[in-house]
Each structure stands twice: as structure tokens, then as C-alpha cells.
């Protein structure tokens, strides 16, 4: 691995880190905000830090990048995104503790949304933008942006892709990396704009819509009001951002298909047909059961089971309802929802429909087999044959969220946390999703939790971003070996 070029890259990701710090800087200084000084400051160092590294590591040769090249930039990126993306949090004193402004930072560009914030409508509103710019930033990926215009990356840019975006369904949309990247941006950041003006005109001021645009079309989940959506109590409200997490949870591949006049590409994704249908499912069930137990009619069922059920399976984390009150059937449900998370290439977490989908489909493959041990049968999706080497790749993937989720959780019991808090946290964690259950439900947040435990979520938060492999391929020494 070149760790100069690695470097030289992540000084760069910096540098465009503090460019969007100047959005939030800028808002505080026309309303003259007290965190005015703060957001300036931390655009200063992060500027300068990102500089320095830059033209300390740059090389007056033309380097390629490699593959363990793109993993270490993307993990390098992440930790110190979050870690200058912290110092806003810390200089406004809206953290009083370095711990609590990583955890609060990471959780951002994570797009987790777990937060450890409370009383949110008290916090200047730079910080507050500053929040939830953040996950815009986390949701297509700094990575990405940073392919749309650097160039320079030249063909090394798709290993950067790569580690940043599952290869399952990845699709060349245009011959070049840096012109997928540019129509993935476009689409990206005008479905925010679509958003924040509906918002408006739903009833929001201009302030709270551009912040939960950003945060939806994110799936991150972060709000400008501490009981999230459901300080609007507005249908309309609670319809659209229903709407636009459910497009954020689709590969955006495919509304940029849908954008030049190919529609029919939507119904011939399996991927898709099986997301649609996991959200029907959920929403369907979690309606039957709440009016089953008489806490609501069925229009209320029906506009709260929806926005849950489409809030967790996008990994966005909003709500509307205290979904600890319903029953245990549709808590249950909720928290498998988790691990289904968005489409491959969405801005979702969790372990994303598409492996979910093959999995199911091998297991009918076994079984089958048992049945017709001579047949000769084939995986497929989307009419293509699956390799074995994918499949292996899903069944690691699988063993590997189990075994950290596991291991996590246990560690998060050792600190005394109970365990429905300790596994439900840990999964939130995992899957980018944000509230949980128990001491971390819908109506509470993480500030309760110990500074161990912060860091163990926080990590969980990286390699559930990271797509696991990323991350802990840093771990390994042959991934450090010549």
C-alpha cells in the first residue's frame, strides 16, 4: 500500500470537507449566530490540516491507485471527517466532551443518526445545518463527490467506487467513473432541492426544510427538533418524507434510467420488486397489529406504520410514533427491518435488499437440491447467473455482521448497559439506522451511555457504513504486507 498517495488523497477529502463547513459558517454569520466563531475556526484548521497533509505527501509523479489503496483512503477519509467534522460540536460548546462530539460526528457522516443531543431547538442553527450537512456529505460520500471533480483519479477512481459501493448491481452508467459519479451527485442533490421546496410548501420554514431534506434524502435521520418528525403532527408532512425515503432507498442507477425515459427499468429489478414488496409486507403487518390492539384507528395505523416501517427499512431513523408503545410483534418486525436496509447504490444502510434477496434464493436453491440431488441448477439475478465467488462474498458478509454485532454487544453489556439496549443499539449501529430500543428508543437518544460504549457504537457505526470488509481489511497484516 502507498500510504503517501493514501495520505495525499485524504488531504484533499479534507479540504473539500471544510469547503462545505463554510455553509453553516456563512448562514451564522448573516443571522449573526453565537456559533459564528466556532464554525469559523473549525473551517480554518480542517482547511489548513487538509492543505498541510496535501502538499506534504504530494509526489511529482503520476501514481496509479491501487485496490488496497482505495480501502485505506476510504477508511482513512471516514475517521478524519469525523474527526474535524467534531470540532464545531466542541468550540460552540454543544459537546462538552471530545467523546460526545465524535460520537455526535461520526453519527453524521455515518449517516447513523444517533445523537447524544438534547433539547435540539436550543442549538444555534449553524450547528444545527452543520448536523445535517453532514449526512448529505455521508450519504452519497465524500468519495464519490470527490470523483465528480477530481480528474485526476483518472481509471484508479472506480477502486475508491469500489470500497465506497458494493459491487452487486453496480452499473456503469456512463463509460467513465467521474461522469457516473457527476450524474450520481445531480440526481442526488436535486431530489434534495424537489424536497426541501414540498417541505415548504407542506408548512415548514425554509430553515427546518432544508435541514431535513438533507437528512432524508441522506436516510440519516437527524432533525432539527428533538421529537423528530412528529413535532409537526402534519400528514402531508409525514407523507412526503415517507415519499422521499423510499426514493432515497432505490439504486440510484436506476432514477437515473428512470430520468432519461427508461421507467420499465424500475419493474425489471428484481432487487426492486423484492424491496417493494419487504415494504408492503411490513407496512401491511404493523397496520393489522396496532389496530388489533386498539391503539388506533386504520387511516392513523396506516400513516404511522408506513412511516416507520419505510424510516427503518431506508436506515433513515425518523418517527413519529413512540414504536416502543406498539406491540411486541411490530417491535419485532421493526428490528428485523434493520438488517434488510436500502438497495445496493442508495443512500441506505443495513445489509441492503439485494444480498437478503440472494440469500433466500440459495437457501430455496438447497433445499431443492435435497429434493433433486442430480438437478442442475443455476442463481440468478435479474437474468444473469450469479458467480459462487459473490455468494461467498454474502455468506462472509453475513458471518461477519453476526460475529462484530455479537462481540459488540457483549462488550456493551460488560459496561452493565441492559441487553435489549445493549443488542438493539448495536444492531442501529451496524445498520445505520439511529434509534433503538430500550434506554435508546424513539423518544430517548445515546447522551445516557457510557464513553466506552460511544466509542464501540461509533466503530460499529465505520464499518456499517464501510460495508465491513473495507474497514477491517485494515486489520488484517497481509493487507499491510508488499
Do not use: D
Given at each position: 500500500m502507498n500510504i503517501v498517495l493514501v495520505l495525499n488523497l485524504a488531504g484533499l477529502v479534507l479540504i473539500f470537507t471544510s469547503l462545505?463547513?463554510?455553509?453553516?459558517?456563512?448562514?451564522?454569520f448573516f443571522i449573526h449566530g453565537e456559533d459564528v466563531y466556532a464554525l469559523g475556526l473549525s473551517f480554518v484548521i480542517t482547511f489548513f490540516a487538509g492543505v498541510l497533509l496535501y502538499f506534504l505527501t504530494k509526489s511529482q509523479k503520476k501514481i496509479e491507485l491501487k485496490h488496497r489503496d482505495g480501502y485505506a483512503v476510504v477508511t482513512i477519509s471516514w475517521l478524519l471527517m469525523s474527526f474535524f467534522?467534531?470540532?464545531?460540536?466542541?468550540?460552540?460548546g454543544a459537546c462538552l466532551s471530545f467523546t460526545d462530539a465524535y460520537f455526535e460526528s461520526i453519527a453524521g457522516f455515518t449517516t447513523t443518526g444517533s445523537s447524544i443531543l438534547n433539547?435540539?431547538?436550543?442549538?444555534?442553527?449553524?450547528i444545527l445545518l452543520w448536523r445535517s450537512l453532514t449526512q448529505w456529505i455521508g450519504g452519497m460520500g465524500i468519495i464519490v463527490f470527490s470523483l465528480a471533480i477530481l480528474p485526476m483519479l483518472g481509471a484508479g477512481g472506480m477502486q475508491l467506487f469500489k470500497a465506497e459501493v458494493p459491487e452487486i448491481g453496480v452499473e456503469k452508467l456512463r463509460p467513465r467513473i467521474i461522469d457516473m459519479a457527476k450524474s450520481l451527485w445531480y440526481i442526488y442533490a436535486g431530489l434534495t432541492a424537489v424536497l426541501a421546496l414540498l417541505l415548504t410548501f407542506a408548512g415548514m420554514d425554509l430553515f427546518d426544510a432544508v435541514c431535513h431534506a438533507f437528512t432524508t434524502m441522506a436516510t440519516g435521520g437527524f432533525s432539527t427538533k428533538s421529537a423528530s418528525i412528529a413535532y409537526y403532527q402534519s400528514g402531508t408532512i409525514d407523507f412526503i418524507i415517507t415519499l422521499f425515503m423510499f426514493l432515497a432507498g432505490i439504486n440510484?442507477?436506476?432514477?437515473?434510467y428512470a430520468l432519461r425515459g427508461r421507467f420499465s427499468r424500475y419493474t425489471k429489478s428484481s432487487e426492486f420488486r423484492f424491496y417493494c414488496s419487504v415494504v408492503f409486507i411490513a407496512i401491511t403487518v404493523i397496520t393489522l397489529n396496532t389496530?388489533?390492539?386498539?391503539?388506533?384507528?386504520?387511516a392513523d395505523a396506516l400513516r404511522y406504520a408506513s412511516f416507520q416501517a419505510v424510516s427503518i427499512v431506508t436506515t433513515t431513523g425518523y418517527a413519529t410514533a413512540d414504536y416502543e408503545m406498539w406491540p411486541v410483534l411490530s417491535q419485532m418486525l421493526l428490528l428485523c427491518l434493520m438488517f434488510f436496509g436500502g438497495m445496493v447504490g442508495s443512500t441506505g444502510g443495513g445489509m441492503k435488499q439485494v444480498r437478503i434477496m440472494l440469500m433466500f434464493k440459495q437457501a430455496y436453491r438447497e433445499l431443492?437440491?435435497?429434493i433433486h440431488p442430480r438437478a442442475l441448477t443455476a442463481l440468478k439475478l435479474d437474468d444473469k447467473n450469479v458467480p459462487k465467488e459473490t455468494l461467498g462474498g454474502i455468506w462472509g458478509y453475513l458471518f461477519l455482521f453476526i460475529l462484530i454485532s455479537v462481540i459488540a454487544t457483549l462488550l456493551m453489556t460488560a459496561l452493565g448497559i441492559d441487553i435489549i439496549t445493549s443488542a438493539s443499539t448495536v444492531i442501529s449501529s451496524m445498520a445505520n439506522v439511529g434509534p433503538a430500543l430500550g434506554d435508546a428508543g424513539p423518544t430517548e437518544n445515546y447522551a445516557a451511555?457510557?464513553?466506552?460504549?460511544?466509542?464501540?457504537l461509533a466503530f460499529c457505526m465505520l464499518i456499517g457504513r464501510l460495508e465491513i470488509y473495507t474497514v477491517i481489511l485494515l486489520f488484517m497484516p497481509i493487507f499491510w504486507r508488499k
Open positions: 462545505f463547513m463554510l455553509v453553516p459558517f456563512t448562514t451564522s467534522g467534531s470540532f464545531p460540536y466542541m468550540l460552540s433539547n435540539l431547538e436550543t442549538l444555534p442553527a449553524g440510484f442507477s436506476l432514477h437515473f389496530m388489533q390492539s386498539g391503539q388506533s384507528s386504520l431443492y437440491h435435497l451511555l457510557p464513553a466506552a460504549g460511544k466509542w464501540v
